[in-house]
C-alpha cells in the first residue's frame, strides 16, 4: 500500500476499572489527563487518518467531550484492550467508516511518540501480507532491564518477524556478553512498546479467537495472536525515539510523568 492509498483508524483503549491504579486515565499530568495527554499525541501522526477514544465510562466520555476529543462507547465486558478497538472500530464501520488499518494507541503513554507512530503504521501498509500485525521494538543495553519482569521482551527472527513474546530475558544468554560489548546495534535485547497496528480482517480474527496458553501464563494479548499462527512484524526504533519511555501503571509513574512534563514545560 503506498501512503495516499490507505486509511488507518487510530483507537486509543480506556477504562477506569484497573486494580493497579483505579482511575487511572483520568489523572493529571501537569494541567492534563492522561487521556488528554495521550490524544494530543496521536493526533499530531502523519498516517492516522481518524483518531477516537474508546470507553466504558461516562466520565471518561464527559472529559472527552469537554477537550474535544472524539468518543465511542464500547461494552465494559471486554477483557483486552484489542477487544475493545475492535468493537469501536465496527461501531465506525456500521456509521459508513472504512479502514485498511487499524492502530491501538495505548492510553497508558502521555509521551508516546507521533513519529514513532507514523513509522509501524508504515512498515505494516508495506509489509509482505504474511505479517497480519505489527508493533515496536527498541534495544535493550541495561542488564537490569533485561532481567526485569516488567519489561516485555521481544524475540526476533529473520526479517523483524516477532518469535515470542515475554516478560523473562529472551533469548536467553549462554554466556552472557561483558559489558563493554553491549550496544544498541548489538544489543541484551528488544523492549516491546505497547504499541499494536493491525490489518482490518486480522483485527477481526484475533476478537474471535479464544485466548491462547501463553497469553494466559504471560499476561500479554499479542501471544493470542502468535498462537493462533497471525504474523507480527516488530519494527525496530532507536532508543532515543521513545524516550521517555514513560508507561503509567503506577503512582509513581504518573509522578514520573509529572516531573517530566514540568522540567521540559509540556
Not at 9 to 17: A, F, K, T
Not at 135 to 146: H, K, L, M, V, W
Amino acid at each position: 500500500m503506498s501512503p495516499a492509498s490507505y486509511t488507518c483508524l487510530g483507537v486509543i483503549p480506556v477504562r477506569l476499572e484497573s486494580t493497579r491504579f483505579p482511575n487511572k486515565p483520568l489523572k493529571v499530568i501537569h494541567g492534563r489527563t492522561l487521556v488528554e495527554r495521550v490524544w494530543l499525541q496521536a493526533s499530531r501522526s502523519r498516517r492516522l487518518t481518524s483518531l477516537v477514544v474508546a470507553t466504558n465510562n461516562s466520565e471518561i466520555a464527559d472529559e472527552c467531550a469537554s477537550k474535544g476529543m472524539r468518543c465511542v462507547m464500547t461494552s465494559a465486558s471486554h477483557e483486552t484492550g484489542t477487544d475493545r478497538v475492535a468493537e469501536a472500530c465496527a461501531i465506525l464501520e456500521s456509521q459508513g467508516g472504512s479502514f485498511d488499518l487499524v492502530a491501538n494507541v495505548q492510553g497508558d503513554m502521555p509521551f508516546v511518540s507521533p513519529e514513532v507512530i507514523d513509522s509501524v503504521v508504515h512498515s505494516l501498509a508495506t509489509a509482505d501480507a504474511e505479517f497480519g500485525m505489527a508493533t515496536i521494538g527498541t534495544p535493550i543495553t541495561s542488564r537490569e532491564e533485561f532481567e526485569r519482569a516488567a519489561a516485555v521482551k521481544i524475540a526476533l527472527g529473520e526479517g523483524g518477524r516477532a518469535l515470542y513474546f515475554s516478560r523473562a530475558p529472551i533469548p536467553h544468554w549462554r554466556n552472557f556478553p561483558g559489558e563493554g560489548s553491549v550496544t544498541a546495534e548489538s544489543p541484551l535485547g528488544y523492549k516491546h512498546m505497547g504499541l499494536y497496528i493491525f490489518r482490518r480482517a486480522t483485527l477481526t480474527r484475533i476478537a474471535t479467537l479464544p485466548k491462547a496458553f501463553t497469553e494466559q501464563r504471560e499476561a500479554l494479548e499479542q501471544l493470542r495472536a502468535l498462537a493462533h499462527g497471525i504474523g507480527i512484524k516488530a519494527h525496530i526504533v532507536p532508543r532515543a525515539a521513545v524516550e521517555p519511555c514513560i508507561e503509567v501503571d503506577t503512582p509513581q509513574d504518573l509522578q514520573d510523568a509529572d516531573r517530566y512534563a514540568r522540567e521540559n514545560s509540556l
